[in-house]
Nanobody
């Protein structure tokens, strides 16, 4: 099992910044990607950003140029720097870790952290 502890959410005004952190522990071997998803009320959970072990990144079109994902492999931690926040970024943000064991993929989720962008 993998345990994920998230931090960094909160209330911020439009145009502001927040940094989310997610620390992984437990069976962290064979992790091949870490990322962030979000879910707004009444909407499906969507990928925000992901980063592989090799450092390749992917972003949702809606956050490109504003959000940056990074990871510290020594600390088994993934970060999401969110700049120029908009009200439509308001959602619960979930950390995700994907492990690959052979051909099988396993997803693990954090408990979620609320991000609210409002004046």
């Amino acid at each position: 099992q993998v345990q994920l502890v998230e931090s960094g959410g909160g209330l911020v005004q439009p145009g502001g910044s927040l940094r989310l952190s997610c620390a992984a522990s437990g069976s962290i071997f064979s992790i091949n990607a870490m990322g962030w998803y979000r879910q707004a009320p009444g909407k499906e959970r969507e990928l925000v950003a992901a980063i592989t072990n090799g450092g390749s990144t992917a972003y949702a079109d809606s956050v490109k140029g504003r959000f940056t994902i990074s990871r510290d492999n020594d600390k088994n931690t993934v970060y999401l720097q969110m700049n120029s926040l908009k009200p439509e970024d308001t959602a619960v943000y979930y950390c995700n870790v994907r492990r690959q064991l052979g051909l099988a993929l396993y997803d693990y989720w954090g408990q979620g952290t609320q991000v609210t962008v409002s004046s």
